[in-house]
């Protein structure tokens, strides 16, 4: 599309840098936001506006990371949208994007939960404040649970922790993908793990679990 642009979002750690998601934009509005996710749990938003490529020919930074940190998610908010974070034990933190000030693209992030310990943030999703959508959470044994956001009580950020899929001690499970589906039936993922591997995972039944 002529007007369009297309804009790239990748992080450094270590000398290694990763496309994390691409977007395409028409209009770099100061009254829609990117929020972005780290692995320790680090949360920020920025206008889509700071990220305005016209007259830059070099990648520019999108966030401020601490040493060991990694971007986990990025997603578009409309102003007032909720946050749903979600961590591999099996937890999520929902909040208004609102309890984080709009900050500008070199700075780093805040906490978005509070007693992390040593749990990764690895999903971040948003919705609109009478949203009702289902969304999937898949664990690296395979297992899988359908749930609804409006059952997750909305708290401030750093708020207290709710477990979403409980994990037993003698069969650990860790959370390894998230996604909404919406109204959506059979849905299909090619999740490409760590390892270099491919999983293949058929959503046949989206019904509440």
Do not use: W
Not at 15 to 30: C, M, P, S, T, W
Not at 105 to 112: D, I, P, T, Y
Not at 175 to 182: C, E, L, Q, T
């Amino acid at each position: 599309m002529k007007n369009e642009k297309s804009t790239q979002l990748h992080f450094r750690k270590q000398n290694i840098e990763k496309i994390i998601k691409g977007l395409v934009i028409k209009v770099f509005r100061n009254d829609v936001f990117l929020a972005f996710l780290t692995l320790s749990g680090q949360v920020k938003r920025i206008p889509i506006s700071e990220l305005d490529t016209t007259k830059r020919s070099k990648p520019s930074r999108c966030m401020k990371l601490s040493d060991n940190d990694e971007v986990a998610s990025i997603q578009i908010t409309t102003g007032n949208s909720d946050l749903l974070a979600i961590t591999n034990n099996g937890d999520a933190v929902l909040f208004n994007e609102n309890d984080l000030t709009v900050v500008g693209a070199k700075a780093g992030g805040v906490k978005s939960a509070s007693n992390l310990g040593k749990a990764k943030t690895i999903a971040l999703m948003t919705f609109d404040q009478e949203e009702k959508s289902k969304f999937v959470i898949i664990s690296d044994k395979g297992h899988q649970r359908v749930l609804d956001n409006g059952k997750i009580i909305r708290t401030t950020r750093r708020g207290k922790l709710v477990t979403i899929m409980p994990s037993f001690k003698n069969e650990q499970h860790k959370i390894v993908f998230a996604d909404k589906i919406g109204k959506l039936e059979n849905v299909s993922y090619d999740l490409h793990l760590n390892d270099g591997s491919t999983y293949k995972f058929l959503l046949e039944d989206t019904h509440l679990t």
